[in-house]
C-alpha cells in the first residue's frame, strides 16, 4: 500500500514550457486534492476533484488545468509555465464521507522550479 | 468565508518542555472539523490529530493535544515534553459544512526545539 505517491520529485522548466504533474492513490480515496505551497503562505488549494471524470477549481486555479480519467489518478497540468508557478506542489486524497472528520493524505510533494 | 489564522512564524521551546501553537478560526458554519498537520524538513505532510465542532472534549493523541475554544474560534495545539523530532513547520487546517470538500490552511508556524 503505497498511499499518496507523485511523479516527479523534482523538476526544472524554462519559461513557457509546458508540464504534467501526475497524483496516484492506491486507497480507493473518492476526492483528490491539488494544493501548492510557497513561503510564508501555507497550502493553496489549486483544483480539486470529487471523483472520475469530474473537476472543479479552489483559491488559485489560474495558469493550471487538471484531469482526472481514473479514480486513481489526478493529473495537474501547466500549459505555459511561468517564474510565479515556482513552487512545492502536494497532492492530497481523502474518502468521501457525511463527516467533516475526513483526514487527507499527502503525497510528498514536487518542487518545481521556474527559469 | 473560510479563515484560518496561525500568528505565530517561529516558536523555541526548550527539550522536554510543553509548547503551545496558536489557531484561530472563522467559519459561519455550525459544524466544522479542525486539524493539525506537521511538515518535518524533509517535507512531507503528517496528520497529528482532529477535532470536531461538536466534540465536547478536547481531543489528544499522545503528546500532542488540541485546545479547543469554541467561543473564542481557537484550536491551539500543545505539545507536551518536547522533543527534537518534533522541529518542524505545524500547519492548522479546517473544513466545514459550507466548504464542501476544500480544506483552508493557515500559514503555519516554525517550532524548535532547543537542547
Known amino acids: 500500500n503505497a498511499g499518496v505517491t507523485q511523479t516527479p520529485k523534482f523538476r526544472v522548466l524554462k519559461t513557457g514550457q509546458s508540464m504534467t504533474l501526475l497524483c496516484a492513490q492506491d486507497m480507493n480515496h473518492e476526492y483528490m486534492y491539488w494544493y501548492r505551497q510557497d513561503p510564508g503562505m501555507g497550502l493553496r488549494l489549486i483544483h480539486y476533484?470529487?471523483?472520475?471524470?469530474?473537476?472543479a477549481k479552489g483559491e488559485v486555479p489560474d495558469g493550471y488545468n487538471v484531469s482526472r480519467l481514473k479514480k486513481q489518478n489526478f493529473l495537474l497540468g501547466l500549459e505555459s509555465a511561468a517564474p510565479s508557478q515556482t513552487s512545492v506542489y502536494f497532492c492530497?486524497?481523502?474518502?468521501?464521507?457525511?463527516?467533516?472528520?475526513?483526514?487527507?493524505?499527502f503525497g510528498p510533494g514536487t518542487r518545481l522550479t521556474v527559469l | 468565508a473560510q479563515k484560518i489564522t496561525q500568528t505565530q512564524p517561529g516558536m523555541f521551546v526548550q527539550e522536554k518542555e510543553a509548547v503551545t501553537l496558536d489557531c484561530t478560526y472563522d467559519t459561519s458554519d455550525q459544524s466544522y472539523g479542525l486539524f493539525w498537520y506537521k511538515q518535518p524538513s524533509s517535507g512531507e505532510m503528517i496528520f497529528l490529530i482532529y477535532q470536531g465542532s461538536y466534540d465536547e472534549q478536547n481531543a489528544t493523541e499522545g503528546r500532542y493535544s488540541l485546545n479547543f475554544q469554541k467561543a473564542r474560534k481557537s484550536a491551539n495545539l500543545v505539545i507536551s515534553a518536547s522533543q527534537l523530532g518534533d522541529s518542524a513547520m505545524y500547519f492548522c487546517?479546517?473544513?466545514?459544512?459550507?466548504?464542501?470538500?476544500?480544506?483552508?490552511f493557515g500559514t503555519g508556524t516554525s517550532l524548535t526545539v532547543i537542547p
Open positions: 492530497a486524497s481523502r474518502l468521501r464521507t457525511s463527516d467533516v472528520y475526513n483526514e487527507q493524505f
Open positions: 476533484s470529487v471523483g472520475e471524470g469530474t473537476t
Open positions: 487546517a479546517m473544513r466545514g459544512v459550507g466548504t464542501g470538500n476544500q480544506f483552508y
